[in-house]
């Protein structure tokens, strides 16, 4: 089983234009709304990998019902804290004419003081029931891969997501991170078996400067010296560009095929949710990586976003 994290839930609302002008006012027929989220994302792909997976979030608010109601649609399972905050919306814009994908992205509210602590205390729940084997006739299957992903609401201290990584580290579990900046930093001592973050996100991370010819020079080394320090993999993504990947002494790019895009939101946690799922089968890491590939390209083109089917 997968338990997948992400601290910050999204109502997705979706427009498509055959144009849109700018300084005008643009009227569409084709508009759908999702639930979303990246941590939603990622556990809608696993489950229509035909995986076992829960989802860990905080919900407040008017909308939540119908949140819960968006998961139980898509066949989700969704454990949840109350954080007596509304659920931010976030917008994507799809111009057909001008083949862009525009995010439109709210920042969330903060969550209500004591949010933290049930929240850790629903996380902690979720790994000692399902983290060690079960009976062979049991319904349920023994956790085994812990999922972090996207940005924290306001209102979390630095330490919850690093925190949450230690945690699942220490019972045994594979953990992999699509998380950045702090968040990122203090969860490498942990030593998590992936780390996943685009390349813009690491640039920014580690203080990198975005210069096309020193990416080139100083890259190559940095992401090895990260494997090898924190014992982990390492996955840049960066869009339709090539992937740079490291793991132990071994650095490689995987290019990415070119697919036509329909809607471009959710492939970054399509490709988690693959990878995850091809390692927990026992894949090699560049048979993962390919997998979370594959994912991604049929995520990009559907309109709902994050889904492969």
């Known amino acids: 089983m997968f338990l997948t994290i992400c601290l910050n839930p999204t109502l997705q609302k979706t427009l498509r234009f055959s144009s849109v002008v700018s300084g005008a006012v643009n009227r569409t027929a084709a508009h759908r709304l999702d639930v979303s989220g990246k941590g939603i994302n990622v ?157 813009e996100e690491f640039l920014q991370t580690f203080g990198i400067e975005k210069n096309e010819m020193r990416i080139k020079a100083d890259l190559r080394g940095f992401v090895l010296e990260l494997a090898q320090k924190h014992k982990c993999r390492v996955i840049l993504t960066n869009a339709n560009k090539k992937i740079i990947a490291a793991e132990k002494d071994s650095y490689f790019e995987i290019d990415v095929p070119a697919v036509k895009a329909v809607n471009t939101t959710g492939c970054g946690d399509a490709f988690a949710a693959g990878l995850a799922s091809a390692l927990e089968s026992g894949a090699d890491f560049r048979t993962a990586i390919n997998e979370g590939i594959r994912c991604g390209a049929l995520n990009a083109a559907l309109e709902k976003p994050g889904v492969i089917q």
Not at 149 to 168: N, R
């Open 43 to 199: 556990t809608r792909v696993l489950t229509q990998l035909g995986k076992e997976a829960v989802h860990l979030t905080h919900l407040g608010g008017v909308m939540r019902p119908f949140f819960l109601s968006l998961c139980e649609q898509d066949g989700l399972s969704v454990e949840w804290a109350e954080s007596e905050s509304e659920i931010r919306f976030c917008h994507t814009v799809i111009n057909e004419s001008g083949g862009s994908v525009t995010e439109l992205v709210e920042e969330s509210k903060s969550v209500a003081a004591g949010t933290e602590e049930r929240l850790l205390e629903r996380y902690n729940t979720l790994l000692s029931a399902h983290s060690s084997l079960l009976t062979p006739n049991s319904s349920l299957h023994a956790l085994r891969c812990v999922i972090i992903s996207g940005t924290k609401a306001a209102g979390y201290s630095d330490t919850i997501i690093p925190t949450m990584a230690q945690k699942a580290k220490e019972k045994g579990l594979r953990v992999i991170l699509d998380i950045k900046g702090g968040d990122l930093i203090e969860s490498l001592k942990y030593e998590p078996d992936v780390i996943k973050p685009n390349l």
